[in-house]
């Protein structure tokens, strides 16, 4: 059975919330084991994440960038990247703000190098956006308009409460995509 952790920082709850979401849409394709984790939980121990076949990275964004709690463990990384010890794993990400934009897409793109630099094989966010299918913007799957990795508002309010519907359906579209990407990875690289 092939497994992924998704790994997340979180204050509020709010990337928390996403990460759930992501999870519930990897469920839904069924046959792959799923594991939440907080970067706290992994900062001292971040070699767990060797036993995973893909790793999904979340974290809010925080003026233009990752959070310094994920960027600590991003850093504790650095014994496993000598080690080059997640080379041909996949590898997803996702970031939350309170605007629409937020300046999200810094955050994707250094999620994204970082995965690079551990030799992962990236996997974006091939939804397209529904509210040029007509469906209300508020409901719309990627309505942010992100294919690097995903992104997700959230209003100022409890996690439950502060997401749009069209947010927490990307969120599990996302999953369900990452999940049968996995799923089809045969995992061949070159060495």
């Known amino acids: 059975m092939?497994?992924?952790?998704?790994?997340?920082?979180?204050?509020?709850?709010?990337?928390q919330f996403i990460a759930q979401q992501i999870q519930r849409g990897i469920a839904q394709v069924g046959q792959i084991k799923t594991d939440l984790f907080s970067a706290e939980q992994l900062m001292s121990q971040p070699e767990l994440l060797c036993h995973y076949d893909g790793l999904i990275w979340g974290s809010p964004t925080y003026l233009g960038g990752v959070s310094g709690a994920f960027k600590q463990l991003m850093d504790a990384t650095g014994p496993l990247w000598k080690k080059q010890a997640f080379k041909g794993k996949l590898a997803a990400g996702f970031t939350v703000s309170s605007l629409p934009a937020g300046d999200k897409q810094s955050t994707l793109i250094s999620l994204f190098t970082f995965s690079m630099q551990h030799g992962m094989i990236w996997v974006g966010n091939p939804i397209l956006p529904e509210q040029h299918q007509g469906v209300p913007y508020t409901q719309a799957a990627n309505r942010l308009g992100s294919w690097t990795g995903l992104m997700a508002q959230a209003e100022h309010a409890s996690a439950a409460d502060a997401f749009d519907f069209g947010d927490i359906k990307t969120a599990q579209l996302f999953?369900?995509?990452?999940?049968?990407?996995?799923?089809a990875y045969q995992g061949v690289m070159i060495t």
Not at 5 to 15: D, L, V
Not at 175 to 183: D, I, P, R, V, Y
């Open 175 to 183: 999953g369900q995509n990452f999940a049968f990407s996995l799923s």
């Open 2 to 15: 092939k497994s992924i952790a998704i790994i997340y920082h979180s204050r509020q709850g709010h990337t």
